[in-house]
Antibody, heavy 122, light 108 residues
Framework: EGQLLESGGGLVQPGGSLRLSCAASGFIFDSYAMSWVRQAPGRGLEWVSGISGSGGSTYYADSVKGRFTISRDNSKNTLYLQMNSLRAEDTAVYYC???????????????WGQGTLVTVSS | EIVMTQSPATLSVSPGERATLSCRASQSVRSDLAWYQQKPGQAPRLLIYGASTRATGIPPRFSGSGSGTEFSLTISSLQSEDFATYYCQQYNNWPLLTFGGGTKVEIK
């Protein structure tokens, strides 16, 4: 199943940028698609972005398209989310999650990391 | 976008009782549905995928059923560790994955 550990969250001003990282262990990283899912305080879950095992295909929710970029470094077993032009409504805990079926994303998520909090405020 | 609607928003149940949670899709998702459990301050944990297949390590008191637009998660005899919020998620319409708003199961 493996383990995931996010980092990089923090407080950022509106319009600012932040890069999240997710270190993976315990599985063959490049054999699995990965996603970022976020949860605003006291709210439900929202899928944000996904990437294939090779990194060649990326996908975004409309709410972040053009502002966020997902990427991965398979040599470092690490997933990234570059977030630009941040807005107050991007405030959330950001989870990375593994697609357990394989290299092409399109499924459920297992496991999830513990999450990292991003707060966008002046 | 496929809208997932969960009901009720809050379910009050006594330990040892049966709990049934519902999830409705705005259009058919076949059996492409997962359920997650989330406790305060923790990440979601996968319970069910394919509408009815338990994930590894999930006890048999958890069961999922349904297809198309109507789904349910049943907890046959609630244990203290089962009080949490539960989310359904459809993965039929990639990349437009969507989650339900959640059902909080609380102690009666």
């Amino acid at each position: 199943e493996g383990q995931l550990l996010e980092s990089g969250g923090g407080l950022v001003q509106p319009g600012g940028s932040l890069r999240l990282s997710c270190a993976a262990s315990g599985f063959i990283f490049d054999s699995y698609a990965m996603s970022w899912v976020r949860q605003a305080p006291g709210r439900g879950l929202e899928w944000v972005s996904g990437i294939s095992g090779s990194g060649g295909s990326t996908y975004y929710a409309d709410s972040v398209k053009g502002r966020f970029t997902i990427s991965r470094d398979n040599s470092k077993n690490t997933l990234y989310l570059q977030m630009n032009s941040l807005r107050a409504e991007d405030t959330a805990v950001y989870y990375c999650a593994k697609d357990p079926r394989g290299a092409l994303p399109a499924n459920w998520f297992d496991p999830w990391g513990q999450g990292t909090l991003v707060t966008v405020s002046s | 976008e496929i809208v997932m609607t969960q009901s009720p928003a809050t379910l009050s149940v006594s330990p040892g009782e049966r709990a049934t949670l519902s999830c409705r899709a705005s259009q058919s998702v076949r059996s492409d549905l997962a359920w997650y459990q989330q406790k305060p301050g923790q990440a979601p944990r996968l319970l069910i995928y394919g509408a009815s297949t338990r994930a590894t390590g999930i006890p048999p008191r958890f069961s999922g059923s349904g297809s198309g637009t109507e789904f349910s998660l049943t907890i046959s005899s609630l244990q203290s560790e089962d009080f949490a919020t539960y989310y359904c998620q459809q993965y039929n319409n990639w990349p437009l994955l969507t989650f339900g708003g959640g059902t909080k199961v609380e102690i009666k």
